[in-house]
């Protein structure tokens, strides 16, 4: 006798898009809550949480741990659905890039626009790079970005500055 899919009720879409977990992640997370599920009631207890997470090799400390159930339990029931499990291990599961492995990108980046080496980039290299990628701009808009780049007006930004433009997370 064929057994049901147990991943049939899962909107893997969504649960991705909210958590950024991949499909083999969400299904390995079905599993580990359908066991804690003892009683098959499709919630998991908040009063288990702490119980929950180290069995799976986390150790949020008290305040983490209340933190993340806040977070988790919008509405207080004390009742952790899947998807609410699933956002609750995300934060444990999907790590922030790498500092490092993020500078090593842009420092190879930079140098393509540092053709010569010489540790800057020219405002006028920087207006057709800013040009091609946000195409069409006026000149006016573009004066504007170059001008907010280049804040100390020297004509140039250097990979300091270029880490900076990169890095930073647009308003």
Known sequence: MARADPYADIDFDEVTEATGLAIDEIKCLKVCFDLFDTKKQDYLSADDLDEI???MGFRP???ELQELLEEIDEDGSGEIEFGEFCQLCATFLVEDPDIEVMKRELKDAFRIYDKEGLGYITTETLRGLI?????????EELDGIIEELDEDGSGSMDFDEFCEMMM????
Do not use: W
């Not at 040009?131 to 000149?139: H, K, V």
């Not at 930073?168 to 308003?171: G, H």
């Open 53 to 55: 997470m180290r069995a």
């Open 61 to 63: 400390s008290k305040e």
């Open 131 to 139: 040009g091609e990628l946000l195409a069409p701009l006026t000149d």
């Open 168 to 171: 930073n997370k647009p308003e």
